[in-house]
């Protein structure tokens, strides 16, 4: 399966802003849809947000307008932009291929995914 990479993580106060970014371990990146997710504690996994290969996006009630997702295919590299990070933004950040949007099944396996803390 797609093998992909996430990083970009940290600690921030409410308010702040963090650039998360994702790689795939295939050369045809650029041909899938890609999204990403995230697991708070004690939650289950959610999507957060979706873009197409043609860069449509789409994205969950909570984070619209406050979030950003884009990708370069040149560069094959997926981008999450998280401005006015809010405490329930905490979670472990993951993203992956072969769908944008919310309930549709992607094909990549899941890594180990980035962690973002929203704390004063």
């Known amino acids: 399966q797609v093998q992909l990479v996430e990083s970009g993580g940290g600690l921030v106060q409410p308010g702040g802003s963090l650039r998360l970014s994702c790689t795939a371990s295939?050369?045809?990146?650029?041909?899938?849809?890609m999204a990403w997710y995230r697991q708070g504690p004690g939650n289950q996994r959610e999507w957060v947000a979706g873009i197409t290969t043609v860069g449509r996006t789409t994205y969950a009630d909570s984070v619209k307008g406050r979030f950003t997702i884009s990708r370069d295919n040149a560069k094959s590299s997926l981008e999450l932009q998280l401005t006015n990070l809010q405490r329930e933004d905490t979670a472990v950040y993951y993203c992956?291929?072969?769908?944008?949007?919310?309930?549709?099944?992607?094909?990549?396996?899941w890594g180990q995914g980035t962690q973002v803390t929203v704390s004063s």
């Open positions: 295939q050369r045809t990146f650029r041909a899938y849809d």
């Open positions: 992956n291929a072969g769908c944008s949007f919310s309930k549709c099944r992607p094909i990549g396996s």
